[in-house]
C-alpha cells in the first residue's frame, strides 16, 4: 500500500520537488540545465573577469557588459557594449578582434553550457581543453551542406596545411546574428595509462546547438586548428577564441560530467 501512496505522491509532486539530476537525458526541458539541476558553477561573476586571462600577451580588450547591442540596419556587422564595466556578459572588445580568453582554472570531464551572441558574418569556437573546438560561426540561413567549419561542428585539425576529420554538425540550428544562441556540451578527457600514454581519445559525447542535438560521440584524436600550445592532459583550461569577429558570452556554466540518462 505505502508503495502505491509513494507513486501518487510522485505524480502530484511538481518538477522542481523530485531529483533534479534526473534530467540529465540529453534534451532540453525548458529554461538552462543551471536553472534546474544541481551542481553547476559559474565561470562567470557577474562583476568583471576574474578566473580568466589573455592567452598571449597581446592586449587583452574583453570586457564585461549588461548588455549587447546589435543593429540590423546600421551595423551588422558589429556589436556593442550597453553598460560598459560590469555585469554578466564578456564581448571581446570593440572592435570585436582580441586575444582568446582562457581560464585559470583547469577540467577533466565535464558539462559545459554557455550563451553567445554573434554579429553577422562572425565567428568564434570554444575550446574545450583549449584544444578541442566546438565551432562557433554564422551559419544563419545558410542552405549549403553543413561543414566543420559550421556552427556546432567539431572543427577539423590542420596537418600538411589541409584540414584533416572533424564532424559537421547534423543539422544548421544556427539563429540570426544578433540573436543569442546555446551550447550545451557533454565532454569526456582523453585517458591516459600509468606512463603517461594516451590510450583513449578525447570525445564530444553530446552536443546541443540551441537544444537541438548536432554531435554525438565524437572522438578527437588530437588538437583542432588554432588551439593552444600545451599536450593532451587529463585536466587543462578551457578556451574562447576572440580574434576571429565580434562575440559575446554569458551564463557560462559547468559541472562534471554525469552519465546521459537513457529514458
Known amino acids: 500500500m505505502w508503495k502505491t501512496m509513494l507513486a501518487l505522491i510522485l505524480l502530484v509532486l511538481p518538477l522542481g520537488a523530485q531529483q533534479k539530476r534526473q534530467l540529465n537525458d540529453g534534451e532540453t526541458h525548458g529554461d538552462p540545465p543551471f ?16 578566473g580568466w586571462r589573455g592567452q598571449s600577451a597581446g592586449e587583452n580588450q574583453w570586457l564585461t557588459t549588461t548588455g549587447v547591442l546589435w543593429e540590423r540596419l546600421l551595423g551588422p556587422t558589429r556589436l556593442g557594449a550597453v553598460g560598459r564595466g560590469s555585469g554578466g556578459t564578456i564581448l571581446n572588445g570593440a572592435n570585436g578582434r582580441t586575444v582568446n580568453l582562457v581560464t585559470e582554472q583547469k577540467f577533466g570531464d565535464i558539462e559545459l553550457y554557455l550563451e553567445f551572441i554573434l554579429a553577422k558574418g562572425s565567428n568564434s569556437g570554444v575550446y574545450l581543453h583549449g584544444l578541442y573546438e566546438a565551432q562557433i ?3 544563419w540561413d545558410s542552405t549549403e551542406p553543413m561543414t566543420t ?3 556546432g561542428a567539431i572543427y577539423h585539425r590542420w596537418i600538411n596545411d589541409q584540414g584533416v576529420g572533424g564532424s559537421a554538425p547534423s543539422r544548421n540550428a544556427s539563429r540570426r546574428p544578433g540573436e543569442w544562441q546555446s551550447f550545451y556540451i557533454w565532454f569526456r578527457a582523453p585517458r591516459f595509462d600509468a606512463a603517461g600514454k594516451k590510450i583513449e581519445n578525447a570525445k564530444f559525447v553530446r552536443v546541443l546547438h540551441n537544444g537541438l542535438s548536432v554531435q554525438n560521440n565524437v572522438e578527437v584524436d588530437g588538437p583542432t586548428r588554432a588551439a593552444m600550445d600545451h599536450a593532451e592532459a587529463p585536466v587543462n583550461p578551457i578556451m574562447l577564441q576572440g580574434d576571429h569577429g565580434p562575440v559575446a558570452y554569458r551564463n557560462i556554466y559547468v559541472r562534471p560530467l554525469r552519465e546521459i540518462i537513457k529514458r
Open 35 to 50: 536553472l534546474l539541476e544541481e551542481g553547476w558553477t559559474p565561470l562567470l561573476n557577474g562583476k568583471d573577469l576574474t
Open 137 to 139: 560561426f554564422d551559419s
Open 149 to 151: 567549419s559550421d556552427c
